[in-house]
């Protein structure tokens, strides 16, 4: 049996924390391991019990929010902030200060649970309108952006997008996925246009991830758009 994926819940009303832990504690794998009301408690009780994930949903000012972020970021723990005020700029503030998911307080439960465990197992975790806005920002400026996983893998991106110098060994089949993740499709819109099912896109989806050496769609669209992968129309050097 997997470890449970342990998770610190800040928010300061006692019906939302007692409500968010209920649904927590009775989803597989996952623990809550405290609940904090204030800002000075996350930090004590991140030190005390070491939570996996940490789900921010506190009435601090921005400013505070991304300092926040910043500190959990160097103390092993994934910041999962929960708010519905974020804009564009925010969301990049608060992705290249350490933050590793973001999701709505209005979420579906199911939908939350499913993203404490992306963000515990190192994916980033954005709404897809965010997503859609970060490749193509990225594409604007490659060297803006800098995600958490980024940061300790390898050094910042250079302003302009390269040519790709290697295939990675991906399929013609992979490349057309490939492609549509840099074009921010879902799974349900890349199966219909390959006409495959869902399931075949996600199988597809982890051996790309294995072959780049990338950990979520978002990596895998900015990596792509930065090493121009998905200008590649010809097909040339794609293994069969």
């Given at each position: 049996m997997d470890p449970k994926i342990t998770v610190l819940i800040a928010n300061a009303f006692p019906l939302v924390r007692n409500s968010m832990k209920d649904l927590l504690d009775s989803a597989p794998n996952l623990e809550v391991a405290g609940c904090a009301k204030t800002k000075d408690e996350v930090f004590a009780l991140v030190e005390a019990h070491r939570p996996r994930v940490s789900i921010l949903d506190l009435e601090v000012?921005?400013?505070?929010?991304?300092?926040?972020?910043?500190k959990l970021a160097g103390r092993d723990t994934h910041?999962?902030?929960?708010t519905d005020e974020l804009d564009e700029d925010k969301t990049f503030q608060l992705l290249r200060a350490g933050a590793n998911g973001i999701v709505s307080r209005r979420v579906d439960p199911e939908l939350l649970c499913r993203s404490v465990k992306a963000v515990a197992g190192g994916?980033?975790?954005?709404?897809?309108?965010?997503?859609?806005?970060?490749?193509q920002r990225?594409?604007?400026?490659?060297?803006?952006?800098?995600?958490?996983?980024?940061?300790t893998r390898q050094s910042p991106a250079p302003v302009?997008?390269?040519?790709?110098?290697?295939?990675?060994?991906?399929?013609?089949?992979?490349?057309?996925?490939v492609r549509a993740i840099?074009?921010?499709?879902?799974?349900?819109?890349?199966?219909?246009?390959?006409?495959?099912?869902?399931?075949?896109v996600k199988h597809h989806l982890t051996?790309?991830?294995?072959?780049?050496?990338?950990?979520s769609r978002l990596e895998l669209a900015m990596m792509a758009t930065h090493h121009g992968l998905v200008n590649n129309n010809t097909g040339a050097g794609v293994a069969v």
């Open positions: 000012e921005f400013n505070a929010l991304t300092e926040m972020v910043a910041a999962l902030v929960m994916e980033i975790w954005v709404p897809r309108t965010a997503t859609s806005q970060l490749i990225f594409r604007m400026n490659p060297g803006e952006l800098v995600l958490p996983q980024q940061e302009q997008p390269q040519a790709p110098t290697r295939d990675y060994g991906l399929t013609r089949r992979e490349w057309d996925i840099g074009d921010a499709m879902s799974n349900k819109d890349i199966a219909v246009q390959l006409g495959i099912s869902e399931y075949t051996k790309i991830f294995d072959k780049v050496g990338v950990y």
